[in-house]
């Protein structure tokens, strides 16, 4: 089992960036998947980021592609989200996902834990 807290969002000026951050709990952090996902007001959670859990491969959702990454430090259980180049509609609810089989995963099903969420908001 593993529980997860967020950090690191808040207001920016469009074009800025933000970092986010995913503290992880449990002694088999290394072995989870690991993704992030964002939810808008109305708008269903949607896939971000996710990386897995050894190879270090990683898969971004297109309208972040060039812009956001994905990274992972196995020693100290945290995985981030440097975001670059922030717009508008980057604007929402952030999430930290987990998943035991620790493969490459976009499915909000296929992740077994999550964090509360940190608020992300852009400013035009």
């Known amino acids: 089992q593993v529980q997860l807290v967020e950090s690191g969002g808040g207001l920016v000026q469009a074009g800025g960036s933000l970092r986010l951050s995913c503290a992880a709990s449990?002694?088999?952090?290394?072995?989870?998947?690991m993704g992030w996902y964002r939810q808008a007001p109305g708008k269903e959670r949607e896939f971000v980021a996710a990386i897995a859990r050894s190879s270090g491969k990683t898969d971004y959702a297109d309208s972040v592609k060039g812009r956001f990454t994905i990274s992972r430090d196995n020693a100290k259980n945290m995985v981030y989200l440097q975001m670059n180049s922030l717009k508008p509609e980057d604007t929402a609810v952030y999430y930290c996902g987990a998943d035991q089989v620790g493969l490459l995963r976009r499915r909000k099903a296929d992740y077994g834990y999550w964090g509360p969420g940190t608020q992300v908001t852009i400013s035009s």
């Open positions: 449990g002694r088999t952090f290394s072995m989870y998947g």
